[in-house]
């Protein structure tokens, strides 16, 4: 099977601006958005809740097993906050969203999240949590960071992604 499109990993910390970064790129390169966190959900990939964490624990196995098949097929744009239990194999490119933390903060309160939730995502940010694990599960070289904090931000970050995957056609 050729594959003409690249499957590409956008991940960062929870408010960084992935989901809107991969709306676009799905428009624009008619690409399959991977919406990790919305297909657990909707598949019951779900263990548990983590009270103490206030977010889902996933069946990474049920997971992984539901979306081999799209991945082989390729064209997929995978979004998550975590990064370090998908194979290797399946990414092209990983592109890391990063953001102030000011910024970061603000997102967060606007959607409701609780302090001690706030100030766990503000701590992942500050150490590169998200980054770091990408650079242990990943060949550096296939590893991009992107700034999620303003319009222009946005515009380079859209170029930037879809310059990889016009390149990667040919």
């Keep these: 099977m050729?594959?003409?499109?690249?499957?590409?990993?956008v991940?960062?910390?929870?408010?960084?601006?992935?989901?809107?970064?991969?709306?676009?790129?799905a428009k624009q390169r008619s690409m399959k958005w991977q919406d990790v966190s919305k297909i657990?959900?909707?598949?019951g990939f779900v263990e548990e809740y983590d009270d103490s964490l206030e977010c889902p624990v996933l069946d990474e196995d049920k997971l992984m097993d539901h979306l081999e098949p799209e991945i082989q097929a390729g064209g997929n744009v995978v979004e998550?906050?975590?990064?370090?239990?998908?194979?290797?194999?399946?990414?092209?490119?990983?592109?890391?969203?990063?953001?102030?933390?000011?910024?970061?903060?603000d997102r967060l309160q606007e959607r409701g999240y609780n302090e001690k939730k706030i100030k766990g995502n503000i701590e992942c940010e500050i150490f590169q949590m998200v980054l770091n694990e990408a650079k242990e599960s990943y060949d550096e070289d296939i590893i991009l960071q992107l700034s999620g904090e303003t319009e222009t931000d946005f515009t380079e970050s859209i170029k930037k992604i879809t310059d990889f995957i016009d390149n990667f056609r040919k």
Excluded at 11 to 25: D, F, H, M, Q, V
Excluded at 81 to 105: G, K, M
């Design 2 to 9: 050729t594959v003409t499109l690249p499957n590409i990993l």
């Design 80 to 105: 998550y906050h975590s990064c370090d239990f998908f194979p290797e194999r399946w990414f092209d490119a990983v592109f890391v969203v990063q953001c102030n933390n000011t910024i970061l903060y």
């Design 40 to 43: 657990a959900k909707d598949n």
């Design 11 to 25: 991940t960062g910390t929870p408010g960084t601006g992935k989901s809107r970064i991969c709306a676009e790129i």
